[in-house]
């Protein structure tokens, strides 16, 4: 039996600007399991990365707590790897440099995680190019830097915010391949964002639905399809239509 790493309780989030308040997550309780890889998904604004934030301590919720292995570790940092919405790999710096400015802010061993970082470039498919600079590398490369600046952090949880969102769809596949074996070589938990339904089925043990106005989990799905999947399989079409009803209460 799995046992539950993190817990997400009764979390309630307005913003407040100009004395006006938007209540954008209302009543969120999740839990999720180590080892899982859980996807949430949900319409542009319905507050998913808002929800990562509060996650990983960037945010204070209006109510509601975080718990990590037992812990409470509501609006604190430094507990989950968090890779944010836009690729944030520093253009002046070399890949290694950019891969080592977690380790680097953080003041630790940088002679050790120099040696780290070198032994995972190739799981990474970055072999031969730790001295090249960001734009020297495909959409795809990049996405992978930023993804083994993140797993450097040593936490067990990723928190990864649509992290294939502005890749082609040929990189995309092969990216979804590629995480799912990273997953099980380096034994994390995964969260992942995606407003991309197929993306969702593809990847996850269990795709949570948010929307709503303000977001509630609207549906949990289960997916249980041995990998790799096929979206041509009769079980993922039904999946997909389920999502697809919930997601399409949304309003535009
Ligand atoms: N700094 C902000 N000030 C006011 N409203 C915001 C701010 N950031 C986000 N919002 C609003 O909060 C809602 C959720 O945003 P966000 O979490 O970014 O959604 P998602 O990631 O699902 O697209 C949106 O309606 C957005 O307009
Ligand atoms: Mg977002």
């Not at 307005?14 to 899982?36: A, H, K, T």
Request: proline share 4%; net charge negative.
């Amino acid at each position: 039996m799995k046992e539950v790493l993190l817990e997400i309780t009764d979390i309630k989030y307005d913003y407040r600007e100009d004395g006006e308040v938007l209540p954008v997550l209302n009543e969120i309780n999740l839990s999720i399991l180590e080892g899982e890889f859980v996807c949430i998904i949900g319409p542009s604004g319905c507050g998913k990365t808002t929800l990562f934030n509060i996650l990983v301590g960037l945010e204070r919720p209006d109510q509601g707590k975080i718990i990590l292995d037992g812990q409470d570790i509501t609006c604190t940092r430094g507990h989950i790897a968090y890779m944010p919405q836009e690729d944030l790999l520093f253009p002046w710096r070399k890949i290694m440099d950019n891969l080592l400015l977690g380790v680097e802010i953080n003041k630790g061993d940088l002679k050790a995680a120099r040696k780290e970082a070198e032994g995972l470039l190739p799981l990474f498919g970055l072999e031969g190019f730790a001295d090249s600079y960001p734009d020297q590398l495909s959409g795809g490369m990049r996405q992978r830097a930023a993804l083994l600046r993140t797993v450097l952090t040593h936490h067990s949880i990723l928190a990864l915010d649509e992290p294939f969102g502005a890749l082609d769809a040929l990189t995309r596949a092969k990216m979804q391949k590629w995480i799912l074996s990273i997953q099980e070589k380096l034994n994390k938990t995964i969260l992942f964002v995606t407003h991309d339904i197929e993306e969702a089925i593809t990847l996850a043990d269990r795709v949570v639905v948010l929307n709503g106005r303000p977001s509630t989990i609207t549906k949990e799905l289960k997916v249980e399809l041995p990998y790799p999947r096929q979206k041509t399989d009769v079980k993922f079409i039904e999946y997909k239509e389920e999502l697809l009803e919930r997601l399409s209460d949304t309003e535009f």
